[in-house]
Structures are given as structure tokens and as C-alpha cells.
């Protein structure tokens, strides 16, 4: 079992830059791959970004390559989303995801979640 809690959203002007922290419970946690989704009000929860087991590899969506960074640190259990050059778009909830499927980019690759955290970036 593993519990992830998301925190470091908020509001923040375009341009500017945000990092999230997903902290999570259980000694299990190196593990697991951990993803980061994101769902806009209307929309599908869709793909940011995912870190394997050690940390080494990583995958983005077109969408925010570049301008957008995941780490972990499993000595504290703990993955981070790292957000530069915010749009207007990528105003949503985020959240994050622990799993051990190998499609990092589907819902169903991942066995727990976070609450999510708000991100607004304004125009």
C-alpha cells in the first residue's frame, strides 16, 4: 500500500515556474515508477510525465518537453515535478501516480493516487 500526497500548487503568472512534491507512505516506495498526470475542468486526465524505479529514466509529453522536469529522491520518498516557462494551458489539477505497468503514459499503469494539486497560471 502506498499513500501519495501532493503539495506545491498554486497560482502563478505565465511564464513563471512552480515545483510540485509528492510525498508518499510506505517502504515500497523505490519501487515503483512514479507518473505525473494533469486534468483540466471538461478534459481527460492526461499524461505529463513519468520517472522509473531509480530515477535515471525519464518521459514527457510533447506537450511540456523541455519546459518541464521530473526527479525523485527515494532516501526521502518523495518525486518532484519541476514546472519553467508556465502557459495558460497548463493551468489544472496535477497529480501524482505510483505503478510498476510498463505504459507510463495510461491511467491504468499506475495502482495508487494522489489527491492532486491545483495549478493556475494566468495570462
Known amino acids: 500500500q502506498v499513500q501519495l500526497v501532493e503539495s506545491g500548487g498554486g497560482l502563478v503568472q505565465a511564464g513563471g515556474s512552480l515545483r510540485l512534491s509528492c510525498a508518499a507512505s510506505g517502504r515500497t516506495f523505490s519501487s515503483y515508477a512514479m507518473g505525473w498526470f494533469r486534468q483540466a475542468p471538461g478534459k481527460e486526465r492526461e499524461f505529463v510525465g513519468a520517472?522509473?524505479?531509480?530515477?535515471?529514466?525519464?518521459s514527457y509529453a510533447g506537450s511540456v518537453k523541455g519546459r518541464f522536469t521530473i526527479s525523485r529522491d527515494n532516501a526521502k520518498n518523495t518525486v518532484y515535478l519541476q514546472m519553467n516557462s508556465l502557459k495558460p494551458e497548463d493551468t489544472a489539477v496535477y497529480y501524482c501516480a505510483a505503478g510498476r505497468g510498463s505504459r507510463w503514459n495510461s491511467v491504468g499503469a499506475y495502482d495508487y493516487w494522489g489527491q492532486g494539486t491545483q495549478v493556475t497560471a494566468s495570462s
Open positions: 520517472i522509473n524505479w531509480s530515477g535515471d529514466i525519464t
